[in-house]
């Protein structure tokens, strides 16, 4: 059950050659190898895309394994110091009385006293003169609600 021998090819050649005739066997030879030419070339294709999905999939496992060790070398936020694991360093002259920075909340421009938090800019009121007639045409910055 080895390779094909000499006896065996000439034994197959000869009934190819009884059952499609001298006529036909060459056109029989030349669409058996092309039918074998684009078997090896699928089988190329499905093989190097199979290698490059493995390399793809290597590579994310790589990184995978970089991040998470960098993520684990990272100190975590309970490693960090709050401002009262360093009280008693802090000398008594320089207690919050003393200081000149006081602590206040931020205010946005929204929360400004005085100011209209509509977000609508009211219609300009026809007026007589020329210069208030362009002021009030102008457009205001979005946003902002003119004086009145």
């Known amino acids: 059950m080895g390779p094909i021998g000499m ?19 060459p056109e029989l030879g030349r669409t058996i190898g092309k039918a ?15 290698e490059r999905e493995m390399h793809n999939l290597e590579r994310e496992t790589e ?3 970089t991040t998470a060790s960098i993520a684990q070398a990272l100190p975590s936020a309970s490693d960090y110091y709050s401002y009262n694991d360093f009280a008693e360093y802090i000398p008594e002259s320089s207690n919050e009385s003393s200081t000149t920075a006081t602590h206040t909340e931020p205010v946005s421009a929204s929360e400004v ?7 609508t800019v009211p219609e300009p009121v026809e ?6 007639e362009t002021a009030a045409a102008t457009p205001g910055v979005e946003g902002t ?4």
């Open 63 to 65: 990184l995978k394994e």
């Open 145 to 148: 609600v003119p004086r009145s």
């Open 127 to 132: 007026s007589s003169t020329p210069a208030e």
């Open 7 to 25: 006896q065996e090819m000439v034994i197959i050649f000869l009934v190819a050659l009884v059952l499609f005739g001298p006529k036909k066997l």
């Open 113 to 119: 006293p005085g100011a209209e938090s509509s977000g």
């Open 36 to 50: 074998l030419t684009e078997f090896r070339r699928a089988s190329n294709d499905l093989k190097a895309s199979f």
